[in-house]
């Protein structure tokens, strides 16, 4: 998961709209199109000559604004900011004059809801007015609740609805009822619903329903279905030619374990790299070779990739987990003095409420990994945690077994060290579906006192939740899942309450 939050804004930043061969908005979808293949100025022109043709129709200035969105999402230009945000007002600007004029007029509606929505999402996105970027997503969300209310089969505004009521439920729970007193509901199963819904009957919001149903339809490991990975490679079939649907196909394949077909893919990502942002395109594919060639323990070609793609980030990149990824894998190719070089530049000057789980995390093993080389201990767990990752649990479980048999863990018996190698052992025991062996090795987590290492509690006891949920014992699962509040301030805590939002479905 880690990886698909990465790249989320780098894909979301491309994701267009799609409408069929018959639609009668042809010179749209041609524009849009080539938005979708990154040829901007092709587009721009085809939405500025809508605009000449047919100045009342509010889709080609909505569509021109969308452009400078998906520019300055990835590269954070703030010329581009600001041209969306003058583009964008325009659009606002032009639906309310034609509903002065017609207060049933659905289009307008539509685009100014949208506007809206856009406008909170890049707000929020690149770190800009976080109150303005709430005003925005509350007048898009009343705006396109209107908007269903009055037309209930005006289906691609589900779309927006269902995204807005995914974010909200993945709010923790400690503030979904502040959240309600001020009239913002949240509910994961009810925004895929409308997700599926405007991927099913949408006219112009397939295919964007389709990549965050992918995104959103991610089980934990061991409930994993098939379905997001389904709908991902129903993406790249339908655009065989975009690089970044070939990104974002290839970071599910690497989180569902299939490390070569990832590989694969980013590789096809590069040799279709020909048209705008390519630098964007380049950094997330390299990353992902980097990551994927880890996995294979590949360490020469892991750090090949991941210098590659270190060439490509900025200041607002949230980088540590690639930079600290690169300094490993040269430690465990035996090329010390190079691994510290990478270990003393993982940055600590990252924002704390943009970027803080991740690179923080980082940062802190970084520290400790300048101080004192990887240990053997650490290296089998790196061994086994590649395995595992790679859809070998059996193989992970095996080794774990022999660092036991070996006495490895008694020479290694500090609690911190334990408390990853259990841990480590239950998730391979839970993606090989062996629930009971997964309970004993994280019941032994929680009972240890680790001094760095105890964020591993709490998640020990959301795994212990799921185990529990496997075994038809719902009242000992939503214990286990309780527990996991008497911990405050710890790392990936956010993410975790996210998970937790989601599988718990809200």
């Not at 600007?93 to 002065?100: G, T």
């Not at 400790?368 to 290296?379: G, T």
């Not at 509040?485 to 989601?502: K, Q, T, W």
Request: aromatic residues 14%; charged residues 30%.
């Amino acid at each position: 998961m880690k990886i698909i939050f990465a790249i989320l804004l780098l894909v979301i930043s491309f994701s267009t709209l799609n409408a069929s061969p018959q639609s009668p908005d042809n010179e749209i979808m041609n524009g849009l199109n080539e938005i979708y293949n990154l040829r901007f100025d092709n587009a721009e022109k085809t939405f500025l000559n809508i605009q000449k043709s047919n100045p009342g129709d509010l889709s080609g200035y909505f569509y021109e604004s969308l452009i400078y969105f998906y520019k300055a999402l990835p590269t954070r230009d703030e010329g581009m900011y600001d041209k969306f945000l003058e583009l964008s007002e325009k659009v606002i600007d032009k639906a309310e004059a034609n509903l002065d004029k017609n207060d049933k007029d659905y289009d307008a509606l539509y685009y100014k809801g949208l506007s809206h929505s856009y406008r909170s999402l890049l707000m929020l996105s690149i770190n800009k007015n976080l109150l303005q970027a709430a005003s925005n997503g509350n007048d898009g969300y009343r705006i396109l609740s209107s908007l269903i209310e009055a037309k209930p089969d005006y289906y691609d505004a589900y779309m927006g609805l269902g995204l807005y009521k995914i974010a909200i439920g993945f709010v923790p729970e400690k503030f979904q009822f502040l959240l309600s007193l001020i009239g913002f509901s949240g509910n994961i199963n009810e925004g895929i619903r409308l997700l599926k819904t405007s991927m099913d009957k949408g006219k112009f919001t397939k295919i964007d329903s389709r990549i965050f149903l992918s995104l959103f339809s991610i089980k934990e490991r061991e409930d994993e279905d098939g379905y997001s990975l389904g709908l991902s490679s129903q993406l790249i079939n339908d655009y065989p030619e975009s690089p970044v649907l070939r990104i974002f196909y290839s970071t599910i394949l690497l989180q569902s374990g299939l490390t070569e077909d990832a590989i694969k893919e980013s590789e096809a990502a590069l040799e279709l790299n020909k048209n705008s942002f390519q630098n964007e395109i380049k950094k997330a594919a390299f990353s992902i070779l980097g990551i994927s060639y880890f996995r294979l323990n590949d360490f020469n070609r892991a750090s090949e990739n991941l210098e590659e793609s270190m060439k490509y980030v900025n200041s607002e990149d949230r980088y540590n987990v690639y930079l600290f990824t690169l300094a490993t894998a040269y430690e465990l190719n035996g090329e010390r003095e190079k691994a510290l070089d990478k270990y003393k530049t993982v940055r600590n000057n990252y924002v704390d409420e943009r970027d803080g789980e991740l690179d923080k995390f980082f940062y802190r093993y970084a520290q400790d990994k300048i101080r004192k080389p990887l240990s053997e201990f650490e290296v089998k767990l790196v061994e086994g945690m590649n395995l595992r990752e790679s859809n070998k649990p059996g193989e992970a479980i095996d080794l774990y077994k022999s660092m036991i048999d070996s006495r490895l863990t008694e020479k290694y018996k500090d609690d911190d060290a334990l408390i990853k190698f259990y841990f480590d052992m239950g998730l391979a025991y839970m993606y090989s579906k062996s629930f009971d062996n997964a309970e004993e090795s994280f019941l032994k987590c929680i009972k240890l006192q680790p001094q760095n290492e105890k964020w591993l509690i709490p998640h020990a006891y959301f795994e212990l939740g799921k185990v529990y949920v496997r075994k038809n014992n719902k009242k000992r699962s939503e214990e286990m899942f309780e527990k996991i509040y008497d911990y405050d301030d710890f790392d990936f805590e956010s993410f975790l309450e996210m998970r937790l939002a989601n599988y718990r479905g809200n």
